[in-house]
């Protein structure tokens, strides 16, 4: 297989590595316009060819081409590709919009090759785990998820924080609690430096009293990434910080002894056992490209497709539209 | 001095021992309507006196009560101390809503009498330490103060997780930026269990750019008690759960190198050292029990008076409709 | 029951309280020397008589005597107290030698009275939950125990840091592992302002390929207390300085895949879960009480009797004996 | 400059991408006997050559070689080097045993070439921040040295824990505390599944009233890598798990009021604020390498050198004597 690889910023070495050493991947093509890019990328992986145009690239025929360039030329480059028969890897967020994101579906469809959404926390071990405790039941019934995404990192030129970071966690969240529909949301931030937001807050009102909260900021003197998710047996945090406990699942829980009276009686609490369950290491990268490729070769969607690249695009929108409108909230369909 | 305690629930033996240990203080009277309440603080405090009747309390002549009960009795029995012209300490929140706040601080200011209400983070070594920082200009300008209070806790009956949790943050808020308007709130949460909301988010606009959220949380696996407090040279957090480093002033910040180019430029960041100041540990009750006897010996207000209260509840209740109106925002004044 | 309290100091408040709040015990007599340390606790404990006068307390016919003075003057009034045919509680370490520890034990078998000695950690529910998970096999053979228990802390005059701080684990190490015997001591240190060292380490070898260290500071700018208890099933962390997660224990240990080709075959490792058990938080001080009262009232020997008090302090004789000889091993017995 | 590497194993491809990418490196030519080790290279640098004989690289003329094989041969590759007249950087420890390590260094002095040992660590910015503090006197005179390096770990075949872990934390406390003179070690450990020690404690008694001591262990269930440094006025911790916080400087300290009166008068303790400086993150082994091709090109020692390596190795041989004889001192010189 041939992979064509468009921007080669940031995450662009850990996208020619990963592709580079996966065994169904014969060659690696990288592209960008950016002299310094190329020479950095040809200086690490010499065996790597690289071209400044896109349209060469395309001319190449690559089986596939992954789209790493600013969100605001996803949607351009992806089409492109799609238009050519070649299936796409777009890096997260999906698109600038649902417009956008609705046409390359349709498009992924007429065309019938395979869109894949970088959505990379869903491939990490830590999140594999926290899906198998959800959907085996582990945790009774999720009534929130709490998320907090906080640095002191780059601004972004084109985007505010929400587009920058929430996407991590809304794709972890529509993942975890895939049968949970989002109905509205509600948006909060400032920015202080500015015309885009560097700090928000996004609340995700779900249909069946479930509920979820996301905090994002570019400007916290601490680095903070870390879930709770609520359930009605058990709750669990996850600290992606920790190096050895990431998760920890807490028998403790809220009993209430009478459902009847419960706006008299004392909802109880019962507080037992903590258990920290093993996590596997691979690299999430890795096995993301391993499910792209596998999903080409048997003609199937990926795990991360576009279907869920859009649904984290409509509650950034959504999350965008709110924050401007002062917390409003927005509906989702 | 002599010093009349109504209510002997689970912040009443801290009442008692602070006010019996006070050296102005002579005599400590309590009242509860609950027999068991009475044998506990008996056994422990034998030389306190104590009464089932707020009436007979009331006719002991003591210079000043404390007010220990359930929110929604503050007002009336504040009322009643007031009318009779004595001193009232009353618990947080000071009243169940703005009205019954105006109506007993006219009353007061009539009767020419103190009325202390007891925030009681306001007088713990961290909270004044972070203070000092603020005021002594070490942070710089105030952007933002983001506070975590999240536990798993006993549901209260009468009131949701706003009212039992947010009134410590939002009363640390007022005294630390308190040259800062507050003008608008909003709010979002989720009731779990019952009609009063058990998680809740709230958003507070200022008016002078400056933002402050604020997670409370009775369903909380673990107890999170924490703030980001960021201005434009230092940032700060607070986290009140660690025993030796409370509080972490962060050299790092961001600087501008060029205000017209703020659109193009990319933000720069520098990060710096870590400085973590020794915090007094003095306890708080005790340091707030002086301050109340101290500001009626020279007749001047209290540090934590009616109108700090008053400011507090005007956010609650602000918070309360915002949430009931799925995050509208509603103007404070 | 009457309890008579010699030593007022640091301890003392906690022993009157715990001694006052027993329900056998109706009346508490207290001893000291220093009139401030008796004013301290009359205005704490109103309900308590004093005295400064030990031949007095003797006098009073109390049914235990509890003696919380300095170490060294331990001997002198265990040893008038069991002449008396009372029963007496002595703080930790029981004795300065071994010496005065047997003379004790042998009285009190003359007189048939009981000694407890204060191995409070005994009584925690943490040390309680590792003896339970020891004995019931959960952690395989114990092969190692390693402890920390370092601070900033106050000098002692009388004794170096290995008399002071190390009791505390040489007693939860007895508790925990009953069954293994130890047989010679190392001990290594520091005396860096006068001439009781203020940093110490104690090698402890067993009888069956079992080892213990000890690491014990006066001098450290961070409290840590943790141990490390290592077994051929599973291994144990206990971090008393954690609030909610004490015990820790791994799931992960050392596998051996042939016990013939040791030497060659590489050691393989199984890294799993981690387990954090819930721990009682009832005050150890008020469990020791009812233990002291219980064996008293039936006639057994307590928990924390004269012979672990014994053991304890033979390994802190030998490590004296082994630091003056810059290590050298002495054995036990 | 052309580089031979023997030796690809665990830090074989951190040195070749280390010399490959210092660019004063012109050629990296690896060597291995195992083909697995040959191919993994040769799949991640594609532009590495390679070779299975020793013979072969030494004849390629290259300006230095690098020894980083297990440490029993360490010796016959180094000494064939510099018999070559080449210099050579050898992995921690230098040598498996001092004379090995004495003949090395007459023979690099013989033909005038240098020797670098890889004390990777004292090229870390954590290490350099700490030499800073203490060459500074921000500490004071350095009283005690404290250091815990304990994971679960691979068992090495060749060497005990000691020659393992140990040469990692003896050359910092070695870089750092560079003017005092260790004069004799005590050691002390078990060997719980074969014939060598998995665990150990090492005790370095100093001319000045200084001490330092070193836990290592292969059998812990939890990574543990932190220091202690003790001085008279300020103390440091050196945590090395910590991302952003790896070192803490306490202003809390030991004062004494009265030297004259130290028997009697209580040790008075002050505590005061944390202080906690900025790292700098450049990769140690690039700065390492850098210091040897520098080193090389103007003719100078490098700052990890020969008689650096001796002084770990001498303080090795003691503490594997003193633990085959039960903690007995074993002097050094």
Redesign the interface.
Known sequence: MKIGIVGLGYWGPNLVRNFSGNESVKEVIGCDLQEGRLKFIQARF??VSLTKSFDDLLKQNCDAYVIATPVDLHYSFAKRVLESGRHVWVEKPFTANTKQAIELIELSEKKNVNIFVDHTFVYTGAVRKIKELVDGGKLGDI??F?S?R?N????Q?DVNVIWDLAPHDLSIMDYVISGKKAI?V?A???A????HEN?A?I?V?FDN???A?F?V?W?????IRRM?I?GTK????FDD?E???KI?V???G?E?NNKEK???A??Q?R????????VNQTEALSLGVSEFIDSINKGRKPLTNAEDGLKVVKILEAAEK?IKA????IEIN
């Open positions: 010499p065996h009534i929130y709490d907090v906080v002191l990192g780059l601004f030129h509205g509600c909060n931030g400032i202080n430096f500015y015309n700090i807050y609340s009102y009293n479930c509920f909260h905090h900021n400007t916290s003197p601490v680095k709770l609520g058990k709750m669990l945090m910080m190096n050895s406990e920890k807490y028998d403790s809220i209430m419960i706006n008299e004392l909802v609490y507080i037992g056992d903590m258990h920290s369950p093993k709110s002062k917390g409003k909230m």
